[in-house]
């Protein structure tokens, strides 16, 4: 089976003919087609623009010329990334009707690599969530158990990795919403440094925070994802404009000296015992390892999740402001174009959606603007700072990616505080904009896997792989298959 064998490995026994790009897309499309009705993982598929992908590979591979990387392998897209001719719903009744008429930059890449897109993934209503119960398409469920949730928002993209439908993933990560998932899934999850990938074509929920992100099951994979997506955009003002490192080339060397720090603030307090005792091994580990551990306190990280929810639904209530019915998607008819907006939007937006808008509308209102708006930007800043100060002690930080592993479908879904603070660990990376790994670390007394968080200054991805990949051989966890999908 093609799902047993890691991307790059794939790539490489259909550059050498060994398979054809054509036989292992049937073999996808059959293995989505016989497990995603349980699952849920894709709101939509896209079979014919598939097909030409795989079929321009075989091509290519008969007249003997070298395959770009990762060509060949199907990927799944999450469903506010643009591709064009196909729908892009963002899990929302509000843009039930809409076909992109363009490409995401994300896009053309994965086109250019010859990476046959086979769907676009469920999700959080436009990416508002940690659980993708928030969308208003259907119920993804985590193939680890499938009475529990996937995470999210990129929920679909991880459950689609996770029950091997796809080895490889495209996400969007704006407060945790790769790694969490990532994490509650047993995957490898990146999100890179704000603006290392464009955003050109992505959706926008909150723009200083939104960044593309991949999944795989490996280390290795997640950094040939990195390299296919990266790199400079001028239609994204955004954009690092600096050269892309080689990821795979020095993936496999050691890191010397190694330095980890271990935060205060994300060690043990409000986790569920068995995600810190899995903490407590992999700090063993990292020592087995030669590393150092130092344990360091970012005090503003008490801070970091009210600050996202006033920071990112503020940019969300002047983001989603385009969707009133007008230029695309649901259009609701009133007596006053007033009236079309209010019914178009009422009916359109789910309800976590609407909460973010409306919140973020609030702390951007006279009189509020300074007093929400303006001190959280304050606490951004500071956070900043202290992470800047980390770094000229340590390496990396690590600190469990959820405090929790996946939890049953339904329980958090009237508690809103308490599915926010799920991604207590994973929103102060998108705050800064550094880099952010989620790696398997264990199991917890249900055999629901714990991810680790290894987090890294700005532009330290090709290091945060040499780590993670020292990690994951020492501890033996890749390519995580739950049982619940194995005879399926």
Same mark, same amino acid.
């Given at each position: 089976m093609t799902e047993k064998l890691s991307a790059l490995s794939l790539h490489q026994q259909i550059q050498s003919g060994q398979k054809s790009a054509v036989s292992v897309l049937e073999e996808t499309f059959k293995r989505i087609d016989a497990v995603d009705g349980e699952v849920g993982a894709f709101n939509a598929l896209t079979r014919e623009l598939a097909a030409e992908t795989a079929a321009e590979v075989d091509r290519k591979v008969k007249a003997g010329e070298t395959l770009p990387l990762l060509a060949g392998v199907p990927l799944t897209v999450k469903d506010n990334i643009n591709v064009k001719g196909y729908p892009t719903t963002c899990s929302s009744q509000m843009l039930s009707g809409y076909v992109s008429p363009y490409d995401a930059t994300v896009t053309l890449k994965v086109k250019a690599n010859l990476l046959p897109i086979v769907g676009k993934a469920n999700m959080d209503e436009f990416a508002m969530g940690s659980s993708t119960e928030n969308s208003a398409t259907k119920l993804t469920r985590n193939p680890w158990d499938l009475e529990r949730v996937p995470g999210g928002s990129s929920g679909g993209s991880a459950a689609a990795v996770a029950s091997e439908q796809t080895l490889i993933s495209l996400g969007s990560d704006t407060g945790g919403s790769v790694r969490q998932p990532a994490a509650l899934c047993g995957l490898v999850g990146l999100k890179p440094t704000y603006g290392l990938v464009s955003r050109y074509g992505l959706v926008a929920f909150a723009s200083s925070l939104d960044q593309v992100s991949p999944f795989a099951r490996n280390v290795k994979d997640t950094a040939a994802i990195l390299q296919v997506i990266g790199g400079f955009d001028n239609r994204d003002s955004t954009s690092l404009n600096l050269p892309l490192p080689n990821y795979l080339e020095s993936i496999e060397q050691p890191v010397e000296r190694l330095k980890v720090g271990v935060i205060t603030e994300l060690n043990g307090e409000g986790m569920q015992p068995e995600v810190a005792e899995s903490l407590k091994r992999a700090i063993e580990t990292f020592q087995s390892l030669g590393a150092e551990i130092h344990t360091l306190s970012i005090p503003s990280i008490q801070y970091a999740v009210a600050s996202y929810y006033i920071i990112a639904t503020a940019e969300a209530s002047s983001n989603l402001a385009r969707f009133d019915g007008v230029r695309y998607g649901l259009r609701n008819e009133g007596d006053t174009i007033y009236d079309t907006y209010c019914k178009t939007r009422a009916q359109g937006f789910g309800p976590e959606v609407k909460r973010r808008i409306m919140l973020g509308t609030f702390s951007l209102s006279s009189?509020?603007?300074?007093?929400?708006?303006?001190?959280?930007?304050?606490?951004?800043?500071?956070?900043?700072?202290?992470?800047?100060?980390?770094?000229?002690?340590?390496? /990396?930080? &690590?600190?469990?990616? @959820?405090?929790?592993?996946? %939890?049953?479908?339904?329980?958090?879904?009237?508690?809103?505080?308490?599915?926010?603070?799920?991604?207590?660990?994973?929103?102060?990376?998108?705050? /800064?904009? &550094?880099?952010?790994? @989620?790696?398997?670390?264990? %199991?917890?007394?249900?055999h629901l896997p714990i991810g680790l968080q290894i987090m890294g200054p700005h532009l330290s991805e090709e290091k945060l792989f040499r780590i993670a990949q020292m990690f994951e051989t020492a501890t033996g966890l890749a390519n995580l298959s739950p049982q619940s999908m194995l005879a399926v």
């Open positions: 009189g509020y603007y300074d007093a929400y708006y303006g001190k959280a930007q304050k606490v951004r800043k500071l956070l900043k700072h202290e992470f800047d100060k980390a770094w000229q002690q340590v390496d /990396v930080l &690590i600190c469990p990616t @959820s405090p929790t592993t996946a %939890f049953k479908i339904g329980e958090k879904a009237n508690d809103p505080v308490s599915m926010y603070l799920s991604d207590i660990a994973t929103i102060p990376v998108n705050l /800064v904009g &550094i880099p952010a790994l @989620s790696v398997p670390c264990g %199991f917890d007394n249900s």
